[in-house]
């Protein structure tokens, strides 16, 4: 994990302080999965996961695609 990849983590850690938060290193990348996150009021449910990979050219590269769960609406 680079120095960079770290930071992002340790940002997103302390942004959702409330989330269970696991990182696992998978090659050139971290897969990082929050749960729960309140995604809004404009959703009917308040409380996803979110997925997504933050890959070794961070923080020149797009943090994309995200996953949530798969009834969100």
């Known amino acids: 994990m680079t120095p960079e990849v770290a930071s992002a983590v340790d940002e997103i850690t302390a942004a959702f302080p409330d989330a269970t938060i696991e990182v696992r290193e998978e090659g050139d990348a971290v897969v990082?999965?929050?749960?729960?996150?309140?995604?809004?009021?404009?959703?009917?449910?308040?409380?996803?996961?979110?997925?997504?990979?933050?890959?070794?050219?961070?923080?020149?590269?797009?943090?994309?695609?995200?996953?949530?769960?798969?009834?969100?609406?």
């Open 32 to 73: 990082v999965l929050l749960d729960p996150v309140d995604p809004g009021d404009t959703y009917v449910q308040r409380e996803t996961w979110i997925g997504f990979r933050i890959t070794f050219q961070y923080p020149y590269s797009d943090v994309y695609p995200h996953f949530v769960r798969g009834d969100l609406k």
